[in-house]
């Protein structure tokens, strides 16, 4: 089976490919999504939208929607097991700078339904479920798809490729980009339940990290739920890790025996800090998943990706409608993957190496930060914004490969 060749292909059905489709049929251009699902993912995966992104998406109109599905954080939260509270921030200290000051907690794939629902009946768009890519071939003039369409081999060909197909990447593996990193030897379980920690710590925040050197946590709020997060050592197996015996001592150790803690869901997944070497082959792009991979405290993974996904689109959209040189194609990579170094993998890697520090000076230090930050509105501010991921966009922007 073989296709006419088309404008963009995007390999992926996640937020970041979806996103991404959503601003090319904005900007009138056919897309081609293929995803090798046989629908979109419904799993329990990134919850916290920051607010940049979601002024993003109320320019792509689908912010009203997922707000309406989700639960507004306006607050953020520092704490340690030694000390109680550090620092509470407000996002209503940056509501200058974004129309949306506040975290929205909601699960990722009610925003890729929203936008399947948007864009259906689009005549620019089209998705093709149970599509597998499976490689990669590039000239300088197209690239061509060899795809597994329920089984059936198939051939696409598209003039540019948006590898939007998560951490195991085809359109990076197969076309030999490298993904540098690490892996942390600790896994990461992530418990729902509907046990009320507003009653069991009062004034704590939607969004609420608490350091110790042993039992870590970190709490989020969602509609109806809150998700607990604690590290799994190295030595335990999945399945002692996921047993019921050990769940239960999990939501023990934070939630005392005369409270009921019922569990409703469990995910247990191993956490990297990986990046590829680059974001641009050719004519094929990663983002999101595909391009950079980190732990989630700061859940920037998918904000990054959905940032990644519009920082690409307001290039090519351009360059496919005739109004922009390729050239500044080059600066997708620059912008995107020097701030994925810096602030995203930074940022990440500090806040996790925060919450778990053993030794005393490292705790001091991050306590006196906090509470430093909290004592003072410019720096709780640019706490703000560094959290909120709006240095990075801004540090993004000023970055060029070339003059304009
Ligand atoms: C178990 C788990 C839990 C997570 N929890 C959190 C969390 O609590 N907080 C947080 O911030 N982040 C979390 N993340 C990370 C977050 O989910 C990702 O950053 C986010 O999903 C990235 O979106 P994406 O669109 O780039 O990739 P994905 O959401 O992975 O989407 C990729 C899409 O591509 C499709 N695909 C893959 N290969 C192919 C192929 N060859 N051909 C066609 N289609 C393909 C997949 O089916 C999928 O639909 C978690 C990730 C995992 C794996």
Same mark, same amino acid.
């Given at each position: 089976?073989?296709?006419?060749?088309l404008?963009?292909?995007i390999?992926?059905?996640?937020?970041?490919?979806?996103?991404?489709?959503?601003?090319?049929?904005?900007?009138?251009?056919?897309?081609?999504?293929?995803?090798?699902?046989?629908?979109?993912?419904?799993?329990?995966?990134?919850?916290?939208?920051?607010?940049?992104?979601?002024?993003?998406?109320?320019?792509?109109?689908?912010?009203?929607?997922?707000?309406?599905?989700?639960?507004?954080?306006?607050?953020?939260? $520092?704490?340690?097991?030694?000390?109680?509270?550090?620092?509470?921030?407000?996002?209503?200290?940056?509501?200058?700078?974004?129309?949306?000051?506040?975290?929205?907690?909601?699960?990722?794939?009610?925003?890729?339904?929203?936008?399947?629902?948007?864009?259906?009946?689009?005549?620019?768009?089209? /998705?093709?479920?149970?599509?597998?890519?499976?490689?990669?071939?590039?000239?300088?003039?197209?690239?061509?798809?060899?795809?597994?369409?329920? #089984?059936?081999?198939?051939? $696409?060909?598209?003039?540019?490729?948006?590898?939007?197909?998560?951490?195991?990447?085809?359109?990076?593996?197969?076309?030999?980009?490298?993904?540098?990193?690490?892996?942390?030897?600790?896994?990461?379980?992530?418990?729902?339940?509907?046990?009320?920690?507003?009653?069991?710590?009062?004034g704590?925040?939607?969004?609420?990290?608490?350091?110790?050197?042993?039992?870590?946590?970190?709490? !989020?709020?969602?509609?109806?739920?809150w998700?607990?997060?604690?590290?799994?050592?190295?030595?335990?197996?999945?399945?002692?890790?996921?047993?019921?015996?050990?769940?239960?001592?999990?939501?023990?150790? @934070?939630?005392?025996?005369?409270?009921?803690?019922? @569990? !409703?869901?469990?995910?247990? $997944?191993?956490?990297?800090?990986?990046?590829?070497?680059?974001?641009?082959?050719?004519?094929?792009?990663?983002?999101?998943?595909?391009?950079?991979?980190?732990?989630?405290?700061g859940?920037?993974?998918?904000?990054? #990706? /959905?940032?990644?996904?519009?920082?690409?689109?307001?290039?090519?959209?351009?360059?496919?409608?005739?109004?922009?040189?390729?050239?500044?194609?080059?600066? $997708?990579?620059?912008?995107r993957?020097?701030?994925?170094?810096?602030?995203?993998?930074?940022?990440?890697?500090?806040?996790?190496?925060?919450?778990?520090a053993?030794?005393?000076?490292?705790?001091?230090?991050?306590?006196?930060?906090i509470?430093a930050a909290?004592?003072?509105?410019?720096?709780?501010?640019?706490l703000?914004?560094?959290?909120?991921?709006?240095?990075?966009?801004?540090?993004?922007?000023?970055l060029?490969?070339?003059?304009?």
């Amino acid at each position: 089976m073989s296709n006419a060749k088309l404008p963009v292909i995007i390999a992926g059905a996640g937020p970041v490919g979806m996103v991404a489709a959503a601003d090319l049929v904005r900007q009138n251009i056919p897309v081609l999504v293929l995803e090798k699902g046989a629908v979109l993912a419904s799993e329990s995966r990134a919850s916290t939208f920051h607010p940049p992104t979601l002024d993003m998406l109320e320019n792509l109109g689908f912010a009203r929607a997922l707000i309406e599905q989700g639960l507004k954080a306006p607050t953020v939260q $520092y704490s340690s097991s030694e000390d109680g509270v550090l620092g509470t921030f407000d996002f209503a200290a940056i509501s200058d700078l974004v129309r949306h000051p506040f975290r929205l907690q909601a699960e990722q794939f009610k925003l890729t339904r929203i936008i399947l629902d948007g864009l259906s009946g689009n005549p620019l768009f089209s /998705i093709a479920f149970g599509n597998e890519l499976k490689s990669v071939e590039q000239t300088s003039y197209s690239v061509k798809l060899m795809v597994s369409a329920n #089984g059936r081999d198939a051939t $696409y060909e598209c003039d540019w490729l948006i590898g939007a197909d998560g951490a195991n990447s085809v359109v990076r593996r197969t076309q030999d980009m490298e993904f540098e990193g690490f892996t942390w030897p600790e896994r990461f379980l992530v418990m729902t339940t509907p046990v009320d920690f507003t009653a069991l710590r009062p004034g704590v925040s939607p969004v609420s990290y608490v350091a110790d050197p042993v039992r870590w946590h970190f709490l !989020l709020r969602i509609l109806g739920a809150w998700r607990v997060m604690m590290p799994v050592a190295a030595d335990m197996s999945d399945d002692e890790a996921l047993s019921d015996a050990h769940v239960t001592a999990s939501i023990r150790r @934070i939630v005392p025996a005369e409270v009921d803690a019922p @569990i !409703l869901h469990t995910t247990l $997944y191993r956490v990297h800090q990986r990046v590829a070497t680059t974001f641009r082959k050719g004519r094929s792009f990663l983002a999101g998943d595909a391009a950079h991979i980190n732990n989630p405290l700061g859940g920037m993974g998918m904000n990054g #990706g /959905i940032h990644d996904a519009l920082n690409l689109t307001a290039k090519l959209g351009p360059v496919i409608n005739g109004a922009a040189d390729e050239r500044i194609l080059a600066d $997708y990579d620059l912008q995107r993957r020097t701030v994925t170094m810096q602030a995203i993998q930074g940022d990440t890697i500090r806040n996790k190496r925060n919450l778990e520090a053993k030794d005393e000076a490292d705790r001091a230090r991050f306590r006196d930060d906090i509470r430093a930050a909290a004592a003072d509105p410019e720096k709780a501010r640019a706490l703000l914004r560094r959290i909120a991921m709006l240095d990075s966009l801004e540090r993004a922007d000023s970055l060029h490969v070339a003059e304009p």
